[in-house]
């Protein structure tokens, strides 16, 4: 199976679960008016939204580069991170209106246990399901599957605290008959509205990142390095090394500086193998490489990516040809 299909895969199991869980969790909500559960109703309903955005964006971004969108469509995966994340925050504020309500007026629930098992059933279900979503997204590099992940694994922690909450309540009016706990039914609730806030904010973070160009990843680009380097000695040095990445597509273009004196054909073949390597090591990279002369006049923007000691720079300037001149 390729990765594009394991993706779509994987985000309709998430849109399957999802669906089941909301219907569950609100007729369980409605059945015992516990406002806990029917946060976690609509936290679910939140995430099937979320799934389903996740599973448009995965088939979209893998449509190939066109006329109207010659960097692919990539950013479409960052595009539904985002999304999903200002989704969470709409979730939060109405958990929260929600349970605020019910601290002010309070109301008895019946058949707690429902709740409880109902709670119980939605954590193990979006905890596996996350399990598939973290691996495959890690897998195919892909933003919308990850943040779906983010989404059901914080379902699952706020699934959790609901079924603590319940337990509780359950358990204290055995034990002590006539006294109610119903408030921390809506205690509970904020707290879930707690988590959810957090996970969003993070998620907003890891996405818009990508829609406003940010460089990959230090380790990444220490990685590109890497690869410049092991072309030494052909390659003098490097500058202007620029990265960003899109959905799980990268990009990334440099400069590199070789002897003035070297042919053209040379030139071309040095630079198609570094290509080569680097994609290699990144799939889905569009790697762009520019190759200049080498003069041993080391100007500032390239004195960091120089890889010539002073010895080498001084001989470089001494026997260096004069410059052609293009009429």
């Known amino acids: ?166 337990t509780v309540i359950w358990s204290g009016e055995l034990l002590f008959p006539g006294v109610h706990f119903h408030w921390l039914d809506p205690v509970a609730a904020i707290g879930v509205a707690s988590l959810i806030v957090k996970a969003a904010w993070d998620l907003t973070r890891q996405s818009a990142g990508g829609l406003m160009d940010e460089t ?19 390659v003098h040095g490097y500058h202007q090394l620029r990265t960003r990445k899109a959905g799980h597509f990268r990009f990334i273009e440099v400069h590199i500086q070789v002897d ?7 030139a071309h073949a040095l630079n198609q193998d570094l290509v080569r390597r680097i994609k290699e090591r990144f799939r889905q990279a569009t790697v762009t490489v520019h190759t200049e002369p080498c003069n041993g006049q080391c100007a500032e923007k390239c004195l960091a990516g120089c890889l010539l000691t002073e010895t080498e720079r001084t001989r470089i300037r001494q026997t260096v040809a004069r410059p052609i001149e293009i009429v």
């Open 1 to 166: 199976m390729d990765a594009q299909t394991r993706k779509e895969n994987v985000a309709l199991l998430s849109v399957i679960s999802n669906t089941t869980l909301v219907v569950i969790k609100l007729i369980a909500g409605v059945s015992i008016g516990s406002v806990s559960v029917m946060s976690e109703a609509i936290h679910s309903g939140v995430d099937l939204v979320a799934a389903i955005i996740a599973l448009f964006s995965v088939k979209t971004s893998s449509l190939p580069a066109d006329g109207k969108h010659p960097f692919g469509h990539g950013k479409i995966e960052n595009i539904s991170g985002t999304v999903e994340a200002l989704l969470i925050f709409v979730a939060a504020g109405w958990i929260i209106w929600e349970a605020v309500n019910k601290l002010l007026e309070p109301q008895p629930m019946e058949t707690v246990g429902l709740g409880i098992a109902v709670m119980l059933v939605s954590a193990v279900a979006n905890q596996l399901v996350s399990l598939r979503l973290f691996r495959v997204g890690k897998e195919t590099d892909s933003v919308a599957l990850i943040a779906d992940g983010w989404h059901l694994r914080t379902d699952v922690y706020t699934s959790a605290g609901v079924m603590a909450g319940l």
């Open 260 to 266: 003035g004196k070297m042919s053209v054909e040379i």
């Open 216 to 234: 990959l990843p230090p380790e990444e680009e220490e990685e590109i390095r890497r690869l410049i380097c092991s072309q030494l000695p052909v």
